[in-house]
């Protein structure tokens, strides 16, 4: 009888994730494969645009690949969120002099040089003498004079030319306005339907506002929420917290905040994510000039490098793969310029910088363990058996100087993980032995290119077996090499 020949591709060689953003120039099913075997892990889907009936082949053309390479890839559900945006203008645009006075009011006739309709009863009260709104990405900059119930008054601290439906920032109120519009809740809907891996949410200022999307996702896929308000960083422990993951959207961030600050901010979240076990990705610009051009700045290499080097679990391509001209080449690079971090000798020293003290609990001891030995032992890989995936975060949290080969019964699972810093994730039968957990681990390191005969791995699991939070049993194994034959035969 023939031997069934199952496909796998070989492990990454980095351990920092790629998650790429489909559009227009990357939804073709061809592409999407070549951007896969060029480095993306996880596939972006930007909910504020496009059709339901697009995204839905996207994501059926996703889980096709997925099954024909037999590697799991994580799809982003990334929601629009509450985006304030002015009314329409006479002639389609305006010009705001520079110093001159502007004003946002409720009336819904067409504006002009002097004023125009701000369709968000919400701001008119709130917004208090000194306040600022940016409109247009920054590029206008007003300070309010005076408010009340129908108009505000504001000084232009920048003008410029002004167009139909601009959006507009408030970074110094916090907006009363749900975390989740109409739109929203029909696209995470949609999302849940397609059941999409993760779901990103936009604009978050305050913990309760992941409360309703958690509700809304009925325990289906993992929740991010996306920091672009410098609200959210008022709270971010306990929003940190109330996710799985968090997002650096590093966009409206940055049009919020004055541009120095934000890179400190960057590192903040990103340690502060990390000491908590969770997954942390940095978005936005990475590789803004492969828009339109084959080769980034060196701007834009350092900026990636420097993701790279504080620890992320990912890093983001938005326009450059959805709608540039160098999909293909934008992932390329990314993965070149992680590799080549991921292969400097201070890489882990870097990595480490951070202190991920283990909680005090026997699995958290455990995963710090796995650290360590892997320090001390010839170690080529850590296998870990897990259902939920916690076990793999554990590991992950410390940052080991060898990959994890995560090993999983569940597809949800192998797939939420392809957005962890250094785990490959394999779904594969549930196992009931200590005997079986250690045969398939070796086999599967086998199969997976994780060590060959002679090579020691770590085994990470839990007893009783299938019993969740149950992380209690380590064990150091030696490959003889024939593993798989004799399973074989």
Not at 26 to 39: H, N, Q, T, V, W
Not at 190 to 200: L, M
Not at 325 to 334: D, L, N, Q
Not at 371 to 397: E, L, N, Q
């Amino acid at each position: 009888m023939e031997k069934r020949q199952i496909p796998y591709l070989d492990p990454r060689g980095r351990k920092v994730k790629i998650l790429a953003t489909v559009g227009p120039a990357s939804r073709d099913p061809e592409m999407l494969l070549k951007l896969i075997r060029a480095g993306a892990d996880a596939f972006r889907v930007n909910m504020s645009h496009g059709e339901h009936a697009t995204h839905a082949e996207t994501i059926a053309a996703i889980r096709t690949i997925e099954k024909d390479l037999n590697r799991p890839i994580a799809i982003f559900c990334d929601l629009q969120g509450p985006k304030l945006r002015v009314g329409k203008f006479k002639d389609g645009k305006a010009v705001i002099r520079h110093s001159g006075h502007f004003i946002l009011d409720r009336n819904p006739e067409p504006g002009d040089e002097t004023r125009v309709e701000l369709p968000h009863p919400e701001l008119f009260g709130l917004l208090e003498k000194g306040q600022r709104l940016l409109i247009n990405d920054g590029k206008i900059q007003l300070k309010v004079i005076r408010a009340d119930k129908d108009e505000i008054l504001c000084s232009a601290v920048v003008g410029g030319v002004i167009s139909d439906r601009k959006g507009v920032n408030v970074p110094d109120a916090e907006i009363p306005i749900p975390a989740l519009t109409t739109k929203d809740r029909k696209d995470l809907a949609f999302a849940v339907e397609q059941n999409a891996d993760w779901i990103g949410l936009s604009f978050v200022q305050r913990p309760e506002d992941l409360a309703e999307a958690r509700k809304l996702m009925g325990g289906h896929g993992a929740l991010c929420a996306k920091i672009e308000k410098p609200m959210a960083v008022r709270r971010l422990d306990e929003i940190i917290e109330m996710s799985d993951g968090i997002m650096v959207a590093r966009g409206d961030l940055g049009v919020e905040l004055n541009p120095e600050e934000v890179p400190p901010l960057q590192k903040k979240i990103v340690n502060k994510t990390r000491i908590a076990g969770k997954p942390v990705i940095v978005a936005t610009q990475m590789l803004e000039s492969m828009i339109e051009s084959p080769a980034p700045t060196r701007a834009e290499v350092s900026d990636v490098a420097n993701a790279v080097y504080d620890g992320a679990d990912a890093v983001m391509l938005s326009a450059e793969t959805a709608a540039g001209e160098w999909p293909e080449e934008a992932v390329t690079i990314m993965d070149r310029i992680s590799a080549q971090v991921e292969n400097d000798e201070a890489y882990l020293d870097r990595v480490r910088f951070l202190d991920t003290p283990p909680d005090q609990t026997t699995a958290d001891a455990l995963a710090h363990s796995c650290m360590t030995i892997a320090d001390t032992v010839p170690i080529a890989a850590i296998t870990v058996f897990t259902g939920s995936g916690s076990t793999a975060r554990r590991v992950a949290r410390e940052r080991p100087s060898v990959p994890m080969l995560v090993l999983t019964p569940r597809l949800q699972t192998a797939r939420r993980l392809a957005l962890l810093w250094g785990a490959h994730a394999v779904m594969t039968r549930d196992i009931g032995s200590f005997e079986e957990m250690i045969a398939k681990g070796k086999r599967m390191a086998l199969r997976h290119r994780f060590g060959v005969a002679g090579n020691k791995l770590i085994a990470l699991a839990g007893v009783p077996f299938g019993t969740p939070g149950s992380t209690n049993l380590l064990h150091v194994v030696t490959l003889a090499g024939d593993e798989l034959e004799k399973y074989e035969n």
